[in-house]
């Protein structure tokens, strides 16, 4: 099963504030041993939406709309690409997860759709 693990924005990510040394140094043990249990396929922080755009679809329209943009909660800061055996697993995995922000912040897990779901 194949899972985006999803960390939450906070104010203080979307101020662009970087993590400390040693939550660096937390993340990389852990994202080590993810890649040591053979579930981690890819990982990778995101710059705050200030220096993102989003492309709104309206029929053939598209429109351009500069970032930051609103609900900081809503918003993503960084993601892991898992290969897991259940969502069982994937919830285990994050729960040994350093916190990732220096004030309370959420991980969202979701499932990706396989080809089977199609057919």
């Known amino acids: 099963m194949r899972v985006m693990v999803l960390v939450k924005a906070t104010e203080e990510s979307e101020r662009g ?4 040394a040693a939550l660096l140094e937390a993340m990389g043990a852990y994202n080590e041993e993810l890649q040591a249990a053979g579930i981690l ?4 922080g995101l710059k705050p939406t200030s220096q993102g755009k989003r492309i709104a679809f309206d029929g053939a329209e598209r429109a351009v709309i500069d970032g930051p943009f609103d609900v900081t909660r809503e918003l993503v ?4 690409l898992w290969e897991v055996r259940d969502m069982d ?9 350093p ?15 396989d080809l089977a779901d199609f057919l």
């Open 17 to 20: 504030t970087l993590p400390s």
């Open 41 to 44: 396929r890819a990982a990778d």
């Open 77 to 80: 800061a960084g993601y892991w």
């Open 89 to 97: 697993e994937a919830v285990a995995w994050v729960k040994r997860c």
């Open 99 to 113: 916190n990732p922000m220096t004030g309370p912040s959420e991980i969202e897990i979701r499932p990706l759709y």
